[in-house]
């Protein structure tokens, strides 16, 4: 790539805006994931006893739900990031695609 359209795509407003939207919310999901992931380690690692506990009548505990709510919420944030993405990025890099060239 030419260093000026780099020059260009830098100095662009719509560039720091895609900028400070990605980090922002890549910050944000990641600090969700980190809170879910080591809640579910600290709750394994200090409260052995609910983990173990039984839901009704049956042979399933409460570590089974949690530990698949773990997993869901991921997916679950991983599709939210990229429907956001796919809506809000995707123009913002096509605005800058027609500034810079």
């Avoid at 790539?1 to 795509?9: G, H, P, Q, S, T």
């Avoid at 080591?38 to 570590?63: C, D, R």
């Avoid at 796919?86 to 096509?94: A, F, S, V």
Wanted: net charge positive; hydrophobic share 50%; no cysteine.
């Amino acid at each position: 790539m030419d260093l000026k359209v780099v020059e260009r795509i830098k100095a662009s407003a719509a560039y720091g805006e895609l900028v400070r939207k990605r980090s922002r919310l890549g910050w944000t999901l990641t600090a969700f994931v980190l809170i879910v992931y080591y809640g579910y380690v600290l709750l394994i690692a200090f409260n052995k006893e609910l983990l173990s506990a039984k839901l009704g009548a049956g042979v399933m505990t409460w570590g089974m739900p949690i530990g698949l709510f773990v997993i869901v919420f991921t997916v679950v944030i991983t599709g939210l990031y990229v429907r956001h993405a796919n809506r809000t990025y995707d123009e913002l890099t096509d605005q800058i695609k027609r500034e810079a060239a």
